[in-house]
């Protein structure tokens, strides 16, 4: 598989990742469904805090996850294994199935190992794309197009991604825990990340990030364009 494609199949998997787990979602990021950010007041946001209290009380901890990338309705690629998330600024996701690939974000520096064509291609996550997606989360940033529905447990995402108009619905399940993500973009494909057996507050050994990587390992360095 040709490097830059491998890459590909990761689809959003950095940005969305974080934006999923390591979102920081406090009063004034967003509204209610039609909702506009600035007119959050009072006890609107607090669907989102107790989504992300979830998350920051199960740190560090360990998920199953399934990947489907659709493209008119149908499917065409299923992938799954193992995400370990440290914090926000420290993820694995490593795929079991049905190829071996190792993904490792920390702070901005991104690794991606693909056992099966033995190489390793390394860069810093965007500052334009995928950083993006994660930053709409933010209470920091300002205009982010974040809504949310507590009745359905649910919250929606719109942006301008490198693939033009994006739209993200995150489900969370009655514990707060992201269960459900599904990508739609322009271009009619669809991505779908489910995620299943939380095992929260796990130990991490002290090579939980490291790569055992062979000596004859292909080194790509991605350049950011």
Known sequence: MEPRRAFACLGLLVPLGIAIFGATLSQGDGGPAGTPAASVRGNDDVFLRQVRAAIVASQPFRVDFVQQVFIDGGLELQESGVIVFAHRERIKWEYLDPESKIF??????????????????????????????????????????????????????????????????????????????????????????????????????????????????????????
């Open 104 to 225: 490792i974000l920390e702070k901005d520096r991104y690794r991606f190992y693909d056992r099966e064509n033995n190489q390793l291609l390394r860069g810093r996550v965007g500052e334009s794309g995928e950083q993006l997606i994660w930053e709409l989360l933010l209470a920091e940033r300002p205009g982010a197009a974040v809504r949310w529905d507590a009745g359905t447990r649910a919250i929606f995402l719109s942006f301008q991604g490198q693939e033009g108009a994006q739209e993200v619905k995150v489900s969370v399940g009655a514990d707060f825990l992201p269960q459900r993500v599904e990508q739609a973009a322009e271009n009619e494909v669809t991505t779908v990340y489910l995620f299943r057996n939380y095992r929260r507050r796990v130990p991490l050994a002290p090579g939980e990030f490291d790569l055992d990587l062979p000596a004859d390992v292909e080194i790509i360095e991605d350049q950011q364009p």
